[in-house]
């Protein structure tokens, strides 16, 4: 298994993952075939895989009925390499629907990373490093959100303006992303569902 540097400060590339399953996978997701298996109002988030045997709650990808059968064989065969490759301890199956977002927060300590597995020029990830006030600015902008839920451009410019330590990102599929300990979200301001994994490795 690899050694991978996780930066617990910030959204970090920290590699290219080049395996002939994710290819096909990807390319299912980017492709105009990928539609969710029923009409999406909320964002889906499943845990497929985890390290304890105890965990209760993991689910196969046969299950998710949001998982065509034209892609789970790859998807399936990915994650078993992805777990060769990587010292993983739970992966995260994740669905965002159109216009749909979660709230900024903070995933502290947990080593977590994101994969995507398709790309728009509207999947806008949100981070904030200042290191102190975390929680306060975390309100403000989740308040401001909820003010103006259809003004993204007017939001992105008030976030990117309100610190120099405020940045958006845009992830590509096939790369996987350190997301560390700062303060963050994502918005789908795009038509289409976004698709993820997001695992949690060994430090």
């Known amino acids: ?7 617990m400060e910030g959204l970090t590339k920290i590699m290219d993952i080049n395996d002939v399953y994710l290819t096909k996978v990807i390319n299912y997701y980017n492709s105009k075939y990928f539609k969710s298996k029923h009409f999406l109002n909320h964002n889906t988030n499943y845990i497929i895989y985890s390290k304890d045997p105890n965990f209760k709650k993991t689910h196969s990808l046969d299950s998710i009925r949001q998982i065509s059968h034209q892609v789970r064989d790859d998807l399936n065969n990915f994650i078993d390499n992805l777990k060769k490759l990587l010292d993983i301890n739970i992966i995260f199956y994740l669905e965002y629907t159109p216009k749909g977002e979660v709230s900024f927060h903070i995933d502290r300590g947990l ?22 006030k975390l929680h306060e600015k975390g309100e403000i902008y989740n308040k401001m959100r909820k003010d103006f839920p259809e003004k993204i451009d007017e939001f992105n410019e008030f976030f990117l303006n309100d610190s120099e330590l405020n940045s958006i990102h845009n992830l590509k599929s096939g790369s996987v992303y350190s997301i560390g300990n700062s303060l963050h979200t994502f918005i ?12 949690e490795v060994t430090p």
Do not use: G, H, T, W
């Not at 789908?188 to 695992?199: E, I, M, T, Y």
């Open 111 to 132: 080593n977590r990373c994101i994969l995507p597995l398709n790309d728009d020029n509207k999947f806008y990830n949100y981070e904030c490093l200042l290191e102190q």
């Open 188 to 199: 789908n301001a795009s038509n289409k569902v976004r698709v993820n994994l997001v695992f």
């Open 1 to 7: 298994m690899l050694n991978i540097y996780i930066n």
